[in-house]
């Protein structure tokens, strides 16, 4: 089996009440990616403590795509483990 591999993840917006409080975190993302490459579950595994950056989280997540895992020549549903970093400055 091949992982699943990101393809195109823009940044998540920072959302702009978390930027003027100065807080920053990470989100610890679970994402099972379909056959297609895309998003079709996402879980928060730890939050950042951040109840606007854990959605600004999930909101930029579900705009990305992947690589698909395979199996032989078969493109198969996986689960990834996505970390997103909220950091000022």
Do not use: C, Q
């Amino acid at each position: 089996v091949v992982p699943a591999a990101y393809l195109n993840t823009p940044e998540p917006a920072y959302p702009a009440s978390a930027r003027e409080d100065g807080v920053e975190g990470v989100v610890m993302l679970s994402v099972r990616i379909s056959p297609r490459g895309l998003p079709e579950e996402i879980v928060i595994e730890s939050s950042s403590g951040s109840a606007a950056l854990d959605r600004a989280a999930l909101a930029g997540v579900r705009r990305w795509t992947f690589t698909p895992a395979r199996r032989g020549d078969e493109s198969i549903e996986a689960w990834m483990r996505v970390p997103i970093r909220f950091r000022l400055g």
